[in-house]
Nanobody, 120 residues
Framework: QVQLVESGGGLVQAGESLRLSCAAS????????MGWFRQAPGKEREFVAA?????YYADSVKGRFTISRDNGKNTVYLQMNSLKPEDTAVYYC????????????????WGQGTQVTVSS
């Protein structure tokens, strides 16, 4: 069992930055693929970024967002730069082993989400 707790969301203006953190419980954190997804009101949950031995990004965030992990701290991060109003959403952290990194398929554990709001 893995528990995920996100933090770092908030209200920012367009062009500003935020860093999201996701702290995971458990002793096998390093064996999990970690992903970030987001869901805006009235829209489906969409992939943002994932990290295995390599990183994956949605086209909409490539070059602006960076995913990283610290296995010693059981934490995955999402550095978000040059934020846009269309990045406004609830951001979810997810963990899984047998995943397709850029889809929700195979992610077994999800956090409760953290709200990111970008004003224009």
């Amino acid at each position: 069992q893995v528990q995920l707790v996100e933090s770092g969301g908030g209200l920012v203006q367009a062009g500003e930055s935020l860093r999201l953190s996701c702290a995971a419980s458990g002793r096998t954190f390093s064996s999990y693929v970690m992903g970030w997804f987001r869901q805006a009101p009235g829209k489906e949950r969409e992939f943002v970024a994932a990290i295995t031995k390599i990183t994956y990004y949605a086209d909409s965030v490539k070059g602006r967002f960076t995913i990283s992990r610290d296995n010693g701290k059981n934490t995955v991060y999402l550095q978000m730069n040059s934020l846009k109003p269309e990045d406004t959403a609830v951001y979810y952290c997810a963990a899984g082993r047998a995943v397709t990194p850029s889809t929700p398929v195979g992610y077994d554990y999800w956090g409760q989400g953290t709200q990111v709001t970008v004003s224009s």
